[in-house]
Nanobody, 117 residues
Framework: QVQLVASGGGSVQTGGSLRLSCVVSGYDYSRACVAWFRQVPGKEREGVARFNFGGSSTWYADSVKGRFTISQDRAKNAVYLQMNNLKPEDTAMYYC??????????WGQGTQVTVSS
């Protein structure tokens, strides 16, 4: 059974930092992607960052470049999203997902990030 457990969300003030964690079990993502998405109620879900394990490459949405960093620890089956210099517009539910790159088949439960001004 594939399971993704996201954690690390919380409430911070503008300029603060958070680190999200996503632990993956039951799925071999060694040649796949693990990605972070976010969604605000009433808006479309958007991709935030992605780690391509097959190519050892990363991708970031323009809105988070220079502020967010995605990293991984294969020994812990974990992918992290370090979020610095947070802004109110980063407020959203954050989800991690995995699957073939460009097609996220398995999703975690989400962790809420709230940034106050």
């Amino acid at each position: 059974q594939v399971q993704l457990v996201a954690s690390g969300g919380g409430s911070v003030q503008t300029g603060g930092s958070l680190r999200l964690s996503c632990v993956v079990s039951g799925y071999d993502y060694s040649r796949a992607c693990v990605a972070w998405f976010r969604q605000v109620p009433g808006k479309e879900r958007e991709g935030v960052a992605r780690f391509n394990f097959g190519g050892s490459s990363t991708w970031y949405a323009d809105s988070v470049k220079g502020r967010f960093t995605i990293s991984q620890d294969r020994a812990k089956n974990a992918v992290y999203l370090q979020m610095n210099n947070l802004k109110p517009e980063d407020t959203a539910m954050y989800y991690c997902a995995t699957g073939a790159c460009g097609f996220s088949k398995y999703w975690g439960q989400g962790t809420q990030v709230t940034v106050s001004s």
